[in-house]
């Protein structure tokens, strides 16, 4: 019989291990939404290098700077809303406190 694969390629057991992290099964549409973002942002972080590579005036890449960390709050907060409305909302239904715990901790990084 064949053992069990995690999609990091490791073996699958009941001890932690670098296969003991969470995923999140998205839809086609949630996924095609933050792949679109992603590869926006991707475009912007190329059109920066161009600029830099081009001697562009440093206020003109500060503002594109600007608008590529604009764009990443967004994609941030897209992930966090879904992340709150479905793996938490689940969790903690499912009695599992220490999700709240998690979030706090999320939170507190986001914040920095």
């Known amino acids: ?11 699958i057991t ?3 291990s670098c296969c003991s992290h969470k995923t999140k ?3 086609e549409e949630e996924y095609k ?3 679109h973002r992603l590869n926006r942002i991707e ?4 059109g920066i290098r161009g600029m830099v590579e ?6 003109d890449i500060l503002v594109q700077v600007a608008a590529v960390n604009a764009a ?3 994609f941030n907060r897209e992930i966090l809303g879904e992340h709150i409305k479905s793996c938490v909302k689940r969790d903690i239904l499912e009695g599992k406190d220490e999700t709240i715990d998690e979030l706090l901790v999320t939170l507190q990084k986001l914040m920095k």
């Open 43 to 46: 475009g912007q972080i190329r």
């Open 72 to 74: 990443l709050a967004a």
């Open 14 to 16: 009941e001890e932690p």
């Open 1 to 11: 019989m064949e053992e069990e694969k995690c999609c990091c390629g490791g073996e």
């Open 25 to 27: 099964q998205r839809s």
């Open 54 to 59: 081009k001697n562009a005036y440093c206020t």
């Open 33 to 35: 939404k933050l792949i």
